[in-house]
């Protein structure tokens, strides 16, 4: 079974600095669903793994949150795709939990629920804390310079010099999808 881990703010929904606190906040990245529509259509399982401290810090509450991902399931469903599950975080760093990226807890726990080998994974994302975590479990990391994508290829150079760089998610998704042709015909 093939899997493919994608952080959510910045890489499928756009990002704030002050937080997505709101469905009505919420709005998705152009290509972004239909991205995952077509990884769905290609066999591939979607999972998404996002650090969500507004929670403790009092921002929104679980509901809100809840509603935030109801309105991603519905757009992401009338262009024909659907996540299978949504882990999150709702820790902040002063927290030091385990499950807050960089961390790897939480993609234990995908790991646990859903067997994933890591090795053959690709988690796309636009942090520092994404590729950090995707080199601590062996997941591919892609880089979106969507969200804060492009503040980390700037801010870290030597971490992102050899890392895949995509303008967005439907461009890292295209690339993903050549990548199993290509694998498929070898």
């Known amino acids: 079974m093939s899997y493919i881990i994608i952080d959510r703010d910045g890489v499928i929904n756009d990002d704030s600095d002050d937080y997505i606190k709101s469905a009505d906040e919420w709005h998705a990245i152009p290509g972004s669903l239909e991205a995952i ?15 969500q401290s507004g929670i403790s810090r009092g921002l929104f509450d679980l509901e809100t949150l809840n509603q935030m991902h109801e309105k991603l399931f519905q757009e992401l469903t009338s262009v024909g ?5 949504i882990f999150f975080c709702p820790h902040q760093p002063a927290d030091n939990c385990d499950c807050r990226k960089p961390k790897p ?13 890591f090795k053959s994974t690709y988690f796309i994302g636009d942090a520092i804390a994404d590729l950090q975590v995707a080199q601590a479990v062996g997941c591919r990391f892609l880089l979106v310079l969507t969200g804060k994508g492009q503040r980390t290829l700037e801010k870290f150079p030597e971490q992102t010099s050899s890392i895949p760089c995509f303008a967005n998610l439907a461009e890292a998704s295209r690339f993903v999808l050549r990548e199993k042709e290509y694998a498929k015909n070898v």
């Not at 807890?105 to 080998?117: A, E, T």
């Open 105 to 117: 807890g939480m993609f234990y726990q995908i790991q646990k629920k859903y067997n994933v080998d």
């Open 37 to 51: 529509a077509d990884l769905n259509r290609a066999g591939f399982h979607v999972l998404v793994a996002s650090n």
């Open 81 to 85: 795709g659907y996540i299978d599950e």
